[in-house]
């Protein structure tokens, strides 16, 4: 999931925490993050 962060454009009109919330509904609808998994934290990045 770490290169998925790396899509992450901070120079981008849509807010980061917008560009996140996009990431982790894609992940959660795509089945490949569930309820209890971990999520990488920035010094994972």
């Avoid at 309820?35 to 994972?44: A, F, H, K, V, Y």
């Amino acid at each position: 999931m770490a290169e998925e962060f790396e899509k992450l454009d901070d120079q981008s009109f849509m807010p980061l925490y917008f560009q996140l919330k996009e990431i982790f509904f894609d992940k959660i609808e795509g089945e490949e993050l569930r309820e209890g998994d971990l999520i990488p934290s920035e010094n994972d990045r």
